[in-house]
């Protein structure tokens, strides 16, 4: 999967990990979509660093989506602890 499938992905978990954490965030649609992108890219990362879990280069692996959601779960929540108080 290139960085193309991985940018595809990235967005996909980002609006995943939004409606499984749903509410007002700082940056708004293009916060998350790049907060998603990074998720997947970070998850992805971790996974294949710390448990031993070597990411597939196939785009419908689930280990993959699950890794990618959780790396954006990680991301958004990191992110709304951050900056979610400088939006009133």
Excluded at 5 to 25: C, Y
Aim: hydrophobic content about 50%.
């Amino acid at each position: 999967m290139g960085i193309v499938g991985w940018i595809v992905l990235g967005l996909l978990a980002g609006v995943i990990a939004k409606i499984l954490l749903p509410g007002r965030d700082p940056g708004g649609l293009i916060g998350t979509t790049l907060i998603g992108i990074a998720g997947a890219f970070t998850g992805g990362w971790l996974s294949a660093r710390f448990l031993d879990r070597p990411i597939s280069n196939e785009f419908y692996d689930g280990a993959t989506w699950l890794a990618a959601i959780g790396g954006s779960l990680v991301l958004l929540i990191l992110y709304r602890i951050l900056f979610g108080h400088s939006r009133d």
